[in-house]
């Protein structure tokens, strides 16, 4: 399964399923991609996430499986972070404009 969800943090509030582009995600006792072939890995879901609870295991055609991405909002900016085995390696930021 593409999404990972840390159960610990995961508030099951549903806003990963709301902005799913594709409609994947359903939230019974957690978030869970039903459909894992139509999930876009557009990491919508993981930056709406109000606890970054949710990471996106990186499809094969992409990077390898031990590949991770995190995104979420800080002030103006999205920071999109890559963990390798569940450490960070990388991160990016990038200030929206609207």
Known sequence: MPLRVERD???RCGKCAMVCPSNVIVVEDYPEVM???R????LACVKECP???LS???PEHIGSQR???RAWHEGKDVVF???ES???IEEYRFQVVR
């Open 9 to 11: 943090v995961c508030t």
């Open 35 to 37: 459909e894992v072939g």
């Open 39 to 42: 999930c876009w890995h557009c």
């Open 51 to 53: 606890t970054h609870a």
């Open 56 to 58: 996106l295991t990186l």
């Open 67 to 69: 590949f991770e991405m």
């Open 81 to 83: 972070q890559i963990l």
């Open 86 to 88: 569940g450490k960070p």
